[in-house]
């Protein structure tokens, strides 16, 4: 037998077999991938061309084929024994390349599913690669941002309403961000920096982004996961005792109390968000991480202020926002109290100042307690707003005054003293606004102090406001029209429209005793209360008359 022969036979056969498969399932992968692009993310052929299974696959098959040619020239030229081992080893590398082949083909189909490709994502979107991939795009930016191909998947499948693939690419994200939370310092997260402002674009407007898509598509339980994403990696932030996080994610979560519309879903969602981010601040206090904190809960505020702004006559649904006032507010300023009370001077603290602390570039101690009470005093402000334009009901004032007066509990043994004059104070200037708005405004405001404060402090606290050593329509009459944390006390002042035929100052000066006697044992209700202040009049009358006369 001519080996010669033979072996020019079997190499020219080998390499036009596997020449020929390669092709044709090649193509048809190429085929698949575009189908998988135009679904999934136009990002994914860079994706399966980092593979290494598919590069492994390209490099055998281009080894086996280019052996399969050698040998095919070398017959004639070469004896019978190389021929006959350069054989085998064509007929090895032939085989291995076709297992090779089976494995990436294997492996190209599982990727084609969304699960597949969530799960390739997941094995390249470790720690080192996502912070390598932030500085590529931040020095690049036809670089792709280390979380725009995952986010594009789970967009993907929204709109498919796949809820089950939707709740693994969120996991997916809640667990690295976590990793990446644990491995990153805190300097590493701050604005302006590669992995910072990639952070920040995941929480506040990719996440928001997809949330908001969840919602229009009616997947109400995959809006949901995103929220509980996002508040999972604020609680992941708080565990490392990293304030950024905390502001971002409860940003992103007050991005969606206003974004949304005023649907039933988008109702549930929105509350969903907020109890979310009393959660996260929550947490945060409790941590003494009082910065984040503060700056969250200002713009947590600020956003749900904005969003009873935006309402109309038809869309009074109120529940989660008295709750903000009643629990979670007070909640957030009892942590706040209990961790950075101590490192407060309440005698050098002007607390009407937008910088109670003094530094306009930081955020103090007080700072930050001080924005729990502007958070209130926003939010109680919006709900009259909101009552005066449409003249609907929008809060239960009962619970709002119930609100005000726990804030005033919360503050009873924290030694912050001018503080907790300033919440009595607007108590009394939230009281002159429910007497002297329309009927049906402001309605069932009662807030009652019976336990809470003294008939002197009370008395010391008007005997402040007739001096104007405090004031308290500084936040009810001011509109914040900016983002407060980049430019805090911009906007106009707004004075309520309301027909009255008193000042503030003269309604407390002819009614001092009654209000002193009122708040000390509890304010009466509206109808008691304008009862008494009526004899408090007359006795003023009365008083003067008697002194005209001697």
């Known amino acids: 037998m001519d080996l010669s022969v033979v072996g020019t036979s079997i190499f020219s056969t080998l390499s ?140 993907s499948q929204i709109n498919e309403r796949d809820a089950a693939a939707v709740y693994l690419g969120l996991d997916i994200i809640s667990r690295r961000v976590s990793e990446l939370l644990e491995d990153c310092s805190g300097d590493m997260l701050k604005e302006d920096t590669p992995v910072g402002d990639s952070f920040e674009e995941l929480c506040t407007n990719r996440l928001t982004n997809t949330c908001e898509t969840a919602v229009a598509t009616e997947l109400e339980e995959g809006s949901n996961e995103i929220i509980k994403t996002l508040k999972t990696i604020g609680q992941a932030g708080v565990d490392e005792s990293l304030d950024r996080p905390v502001l971002l994610t409860v940003q992103g979560l007050s991005n969606l109390v206003l974004d949304l519309n005023f649907d039933g879903i988008d109702e549930r969602v929105r509350g969903e968000a907020i109890e979310s981010s009393k959660d996260v601040l929550e947490s945060a206090a409790e941590a003494g991480l009082w910065e984040g904190t503060g700056k969250a809960t200002r713009f ?6 904005n969003s009873v702004h935006v309402r109309d006559e038809n869309q009074n649904y109120d529940r989660r926002y008295t709750s903000a006032v009643i629990n979670y507010l007070p909640g957030v300023l009892r942590e706040l109290v209990d ?40 939010l109680t402000a919006s709900f009259l707003r909101y009552e005066l334009r449409t003249g609907v009901n929008f809060p239960d004032w009962g619970h709002v005054g119930y609100g005000w007066v726990k804030a005033v509990s919360e503050l009873a043994d924290s030694e912050l003293d ?7 104070a607007t108590i009394l200037y939230l009281e002159y606004l429910s007497n002297e708005t329309p009927d049906g405004i402001m309605e069932d405001f009662n807030p009652m102090l019976r336990n809470e404060t003294s008939d002197s402090e009370v008395i010391a606290v008007i005997e402040q406001l007739l001096a104007q050593e405090i004031d308290p329509t500084q936040w009810i009459n001011f509109r914040q029209t900016v983002d407060p944390i980049e430019i805090p006390q911009t906007g106009y002042r707004y004075e309520f429209d309301i027909d009255s035929d008193e000042s503030f100052e003269d309604w407390l000066s002819l009614r001092q005793d009654v209000l002193a006697a009122g708040l000390g044992g509890g304010f009466v209700d509206k109808s008691e209360f304008a009862e008494i202040l009526e004899e408090g009049i007359d006795s003023n009358k009365q008083d003067t008359t008697g002194d005209e006369d001697s």
């Open 300 to 305: 947590l505020g600020w956003q749900m202020a």
């Open 339 to 378: 961790s950075t009370a101590d490192a407060i001077n309440d005698d050098s603290t002007n607390w009407g100042s937008p910088y109670p602390g003094g530094a306009h570039d930081s955020y103090s101690e007080a700072r930050s307690i001080q924005a729990v009470y502007i958070s209130v005093a926003e």
């Open 418 to 424: 001018s503080f907790r004059q300033m919440w009595i």
């Open 16 to 155: 036009a077999i596997q020449a020929s498969i390669f092709a044709i399932v090649f193509s048809v992968v190429i085929l698949g991938v575009q189908l998988s692009t135009s679904q999934y993310s136009p990002r994914l052929p860079d994706l399966f061309r980092s593979d290494k299974i598919y590069q492994r696959t390209v490099g055998i098959f281009a080894v086996s084929i280019g052996v399969s040619l050698l040998g095919l020239f070398l017959s004639g030229h070469v004896g019978d024994f190389l021929i006959e081992l350069w054989t085998y080893l064509s007929g090895i590398l032939a085989i291995v390349a076709f297992v090779s082949l089976f494995d990436f083909v294997d492996r190209t189909l599982e990727q084609s599913t969304p699960e597949g490709i969530l799960n390739r994502l997941d094995d390249d979107l470790n720690a080192p690669q996502i912070i390598e991939q932030a500085e590529a795009a931040s020095d690049d930016h036809s670089e792709a941002d280390p979380f725009l191909v995952l986010m594009s998947v789970i967009n």
